[in-house]
């Protein structure tokens, strides 16, 4: 079925408080030149102790209809992608509803991990290309450092907050959407994980501090193996070559990882978005604040071919190619 979704405004946000590596020497073993070396992280943005993936959830929201001058009345679906709801329920996009108003719309939360933008890009396309909607905003609003262990030297500096917003809209002559690829394996979910009712997985007992736990050389192997892959996958179905590709922007985990991929997938680095440097690994918000940033930058230009991939635990991926048509600012 051929979509007809286009993607046309993006709105971003990030709590105000950093945390520098510099910051990280003073709570845990660990040094600026060692972080750098290994993820190519030099800060990342953290939540007060009462801000929310709610907060930062409708603050991006606000940042995507001021930049865009967009009405949200008429949204048939808010679709929020978070592992850090502020409540089992009701939602964030419950929450988000009630904030701005919006009168005859479904909301739910979904939890795709890294992987979630991208998922949601996948679920959005589907609700509008079949019909069902018209416009669809998709939501990612992460609040990882209230699950982190700032003890565990190996994860503690990789993560950060923020949110971001994208709408969809129905667009019959001109959509975004050029191939997606998606997939899972669920057999490697004990590689990153954070308990919550249930403390054994495969017959296992886990580690039942309510914090994130992984174990990072699995998920580097996975991810340089699996990516690559999807990627060839997705260019067969546009009918693409590598270099019909303006810019690939993959999950931002840490810069040595997208370096592996990119090897393997011979994509040049040079040719990525990434938002890992100044926001840390923000989960399923990597991509968006990666596009934001290649927009302030003025890197990412309207007509642009993008390779969007997203991939975490589960484990789970998803990639789309999507050409890079926002309405004017």
């Known amino acids: 079925m051929k979509s007809t979704a286009r993607i046309t405004a993006l709105g971003t946000y990030v709590p105000e408080k950093r945390l520098t590596n510099d910051d990280l020497e003073r709570i845990v073993d660990t040094n600026d030149e060692w972080i750098v070396q290994r993820t190519g992280m030099k800060e990342r943005r953290i939540a007060f102790e009462n801000e929310y993936s709610s907060h930062l959830a409708i603050k991006a929201v606000e940042s995507l209809i001021s930049d865009y001058n967009k009405k949200l009345n008429d949204v048939g679906c808010i679709i929020v992608s978070t592992t850090t709801p502020d409540y089992a329920f009701p939602s964030v996009a419950c929450q988000v509803q009630e904030y701005f108003d919006i009168p005859n719309t479904g909301a739910l939360d979904y939890n795709a991990t890294c992987a979630g933008f991208t998922y949601g890009l996948h679920m959005a396309n589907a609700f509008i290309t079949s019909g069902l909607h018209k416009k669809v905003l998709v939501i990612t609003a992460e609040t990882l450092s209230k699950v982190t262990d700032y003890t565990d030297r190996s994860t503690c500096v990789l993560f950060g907050d923020g949110a971001a917003a994208v709408l969809l809209e129905e667009d019959l002559h001109n959509s975004s959407f050029k191939a997606t690829h998606i997939g899972t394996n669920g057999k490697g979910g004990?590689?990153?994980?954070?308990?919550?009712?249930?403390?054994?997985?495969?017959?296992?007992?886990?580690?039942?501090?309510?914090?994130?736990?992984?174990?990072?050389?699995?998920?580097?192997?996975?991810?340089?193996?699996?990516?690559?892959?999807?990627?060839?996958?997705?260019?067969?179905?546009?009918?693409?070559?590598?270099?019909?590709?303006?810019?690939?922007?993959?999950?931002?985990?840490?810069?040595?990882?997208?370096?592996?991929?990119?090897?393997?997938?011979?994509?040049?680095?040079?040719?990525?978005?990434?938002?890992?440097?100044?926001?840390?690994?923000?989960?399923?918000?990597?991509?968006?604040?990666?596009?934001?940033?290649?927009?302030?930058?003025?890197?990412?230009?309207?007509?642009?071919?993008?390779?969007?991939?997203?991939?975490g635990g589960g484990l789970t991926h998803a990639g789309h190619i999507i050409k890079w048509d926002l309405d004017e600012v």
């Open 190 to 311: 004990k590689h990153v994980y954070r308990t919550n009712l249930s403390t054994i997985m495969h017959g296992q007992p886990l580690e039942t501090s309510g914090k994130m736990v992984q174990n990072g050389r699995e998920v580097y192997r996975w991810a340089s193996r699996t990516i690559p892959l999807g990627i060839t996958e997705l260019l067969k179905e546009a009918r693409l070559e590598r270099n019909d590709i303006n810019w690939f922007v993959p999950h931002s985990a840490n810069l040595r990882m997208i370096e592996s991929i990119c090897n393997r997938a011979d994509i040049p680095v040079e040719k990525t978005l990434t938002s890992v440097e100044y926001f840390g690994n923000t989960s399923s918000v990597s991509i968006p604040l990666a596009l934001k940033l290649g927009v302030e930058q003025g890197k990412l230009l309207k007509g642009n071919t993008l390779l969007l991939y997203g991939f």
